[in-house]
């Protein structure tokens, strides 16, 4: 079973562009988390998600930030006009049942 | 407020010495407490879950309740165990993990 794959590894983007994350979930599993961590600091919740549904987006930034976990195909992260404080390494995890979580190799954003 | 501290940003032993990361929640009713493991380039794995109450590479973990604690050990560091460990505590509901701030443990020679 391969773990949760994340694509890209690396993205540098100038401000005001969009950066797109993608995240697919171990095979039977349909709950997906996101993550992001920001230098020396742990990771912060943002998101959670189950097919085609949002769950908890309470670590969410009201502005600029979405996701989506459609009913084909990964699940997406959408920074639209990605600012300098968006830097950081964005993580995904899923899980079968909601307890045990797996985690991806992370996405590193870079805007510059 | 839920809330997982790891007061040591760096623990630094030789090889042969005993380990402990100290990790403290703050959660009212029962927590479901984790550790998580993320070695030099290399993903976030699950090292250990409170509930199991296993030993996964001679590493041990008791939830003490009336501490409000977590501290992860092992009697014995072993070089392979450099890595960044953290706590995390599931959130009622099972929507998401809280994090401290990890440990980097390094072991010397």
């Known amino acids: 079973n391969a773990g949760v794959m994340q694509n890209p590894r690396h993205l540098v983007r100038r401000r005001g562009q969009e950066a797109r994350l993608r995240c697919s979930p171990m095979?039977?599993?349909?709950?997906v988390y996101w993550y992001r961590q920001l230098p020396e600091e742990g990771l912060k919740f943002m998101v959670y998600?189950?097919?085609?549904?949002?769950?908890?987006e309470s670590g969410m930034p009201k502005e600029r930030f979405s996701a989506e976990f459609p009913k084909e195909g990964p699940s997406i992260l959408r920074i639209q006009q990605v600012v300098r404080g968006d830097s950081a390494a964005y993580f995904c995890?899923?899980?079968?049942?909601?307890?045990?979580?797996?985690f991806g190799p992370g996405t590193r954003l870079t805007v510059t | 407020a839920q809330r997982v501290t790891q007061p040591e940003k760096l623990l630094s032993v030789f090889k042969g010495a005993p380990v402990e990361l100290k990790c403290n929640y703050s959660?009212?009713?029962?927590?479901?407490l984790f550790w998580y493991v993320q070695y030099s380039r290399q993903r976030l794995q699950l090292l250990l879950r409170?509930?199991s109450r296993e030993s996964i590479k001679g590493f041990t973990a008791d939830l003490n309740k009336g501490e409000t604690s977590f501290h992860l050990k092992k009697p014995f560091a072993q070089e392979e165990d450099s890595a960044m460990y953290y706590c995390?505590?599931?959130?009622?509901?099972?929507?998401?993990?809280?994090f401290g701030a990890g440990t980097r443990l390094a072991v010397h020679p």
């Open positions: 995890a899923s899980s079968r049942d909601g307890y045990e979580q797996y």
């Open positions: 095979k039977g599993h349909s709950h």
């Open positions: 998600l189950q097919k085609e549904n949002i769950i908890d």
């Open positions: 959660y009212s009713g029962s927590p479901e």
């Open positions: 409170h509930i």
């Open positions: 995390a505590l599931l959130s009622g509901g099972y929507n998401k993990l809280i």
